[in-house]
């Protein structure tokens, strides 16, 4: 039983550049939420998709913006990238929006932003 | 403005003692608390909660404390083992699946 899978594992970009990191939810799971971690901090909600649709946000610019497709899998879109965009983007899937232990992460995309 | 606070950085404790980690929080809305593990190159994997109606919940080497008037919460791992080594998180929630709010982490180091 296959976890959740994100790709690709490392990324590097330069400062103005767009980005898609691409996440697989966990078998059975049918929403997704993104979350940043920056060098020293904790995981910090992004959004959540679910039936398609961004349900939640955290406290992120517009640049950030997502999409799930009908097999539940999803993308995290960043564009005009910036400095502080370097961080690990951690993909995390439930069932029905379920939240707290239900959640369960992928391993992460490295973005490193030059 | 930080809502879950996790103090100390990191914590080094001897194989076979107890390792304590503390968390606080300022969010008097949170009634869900959790704790996290992580390894290098892995993903935060769930370890133990607590709802906000106890004030222990045990589960194996591993119980977690919450004190609700200090708005304070602890995870005892005991006895500790090397392989415990990882990055701990605390997490909360509001009522009704809102987005786990996590603090920094304290890195803890079992020493053999």
């Known amino acids: 039983d296959a976890g959740v899978t994100q790709s690709p594992t490392h990324l590097i970009k330069t400062r103005g550049q767009q980005v898609t990191l691409r996440c697989s939810p966990k078998?059975?799971?049918?929403?997704v939420s993104w979350y940043q971690q920056a060098l020293g901090q904790g995981p910090q909600f992004i959004f959540q998709?679910?039936?398609?649709?961004?349900?939640q946000r955290g406290n992120f610019p517009d640049r950030f913006s997502g999409h799930q497709f009908p097999n539940y899998s999803s993308e995290l879109n960043v564009n005009a990238l910036l400095l502080g965009d370097s961080a690990l983007y951690l993909c995390?899937?439930?069932?029905?929006?379920?939240?707290?232990?239900?959640?369960?992460f992928g391993s992460g995309t490295q973005l490193s932003v030059l | 403005d930080q809502q879950v606070k996790q103090n100390s950085p990191s914590l080094s404790v001897q194989e076979g003692r107890i390792s304590i980690l503390n968390c606080d929080y300022t969010n008097s809305m949170f009634d869900y608390f959790l704790w996290y593990k992580k390894y290098p190159a892995e993903g935060p994997t769930f370890l133990i909660s607590i709802s906000s109606i106890k004030d222990k919940n045990e589960d194996g080497r591993f119980t977690v404390f919450l004190n609700k008037s200090a708005k304070h919460l602890s995870l005892h791992i005991v006895p500790s083992q090397p392989g415990d080594s990882a990055v701990y998180f605390c997490a909360a929630s509001e009522v009704g699946n809102t987005p786990l709010v996590f603090g920094k982490g304290t890195r803890l180091s079992v020493i053999a």
């Open positions: 078998s059975g799971h049918d929403t």
């Open positions: 995390a899937s439930s069932f029905r929006q379920a939240a707290n232990e239900k959640l369960f």
């Open positions: 998709y679910y039936e398609e649709e961004e349900r």
